[in-house]
């Protein structure tokens, strides 16, 4: 069973910046592929970002390239998203997913099984 747990969420102002964590609980965490996804109300989740277990590839949605990066540190089984010169569209819950062995290509929330929790983003104009 993967548990993830999110953090790092809150309130921020136009071209503010955040960084959101998540912390994941398989001791082979290096071989999960990780990715960030968003919601709004009344919407699908939206696909963020990913990064691969090795080698380390990424892959951005296109909102928000340029702007959010994802990395992780397999030491701390933590994935991150620092998010830079945001925008009131990203206001959103963000939530965070692993997939065994998967790739970044993989953009449907239906593929990804484990979720963590999510954490509210919300941007202030």
């Known amino acids: 069973q993967v548990q993830l747990v999110e953090s790092g969420g809150g309130q921020a102002q136009t071209g503010g910046s955040l960084t959101l964590s998540c912390v994941a609980s398989?001791?082979?965490?290096?071989?999960?592929?990780l990715a960030w996804f968003r919601q709004t109300p009344g919407e699908d989740r939206e696909f963020v970002a990913a990064i691969s277990f090795v080698p380390r590839y990424t892959n951005y949605a296109d909102s928000v390239k340029g702007r959010f990066t994802i990395s992780r540190d397999n030491a701390k089984n933590t994935v991150y998203l620092q998010m830079n010169n945001l925008k009131p569209e990203d206001t959103a819950v963000y939530y965070c997913?692993?997939?065994?062995?998967?790739?970044?290509?993989?953009?449907?929330?239906?593929?990804?099984?484990?979720w963590g929790q999510g954490t509210q983003v919300t941007v202030s104009s």
């Open positions: 398989p001791r082979n965490f290096d071989e999960y592929t």
């Open positions: 997913t692993a997939d065994y062995k998967g790739t970044v290509s993989t953009t449907r929330s239906s593929l990804y099984h484990h």
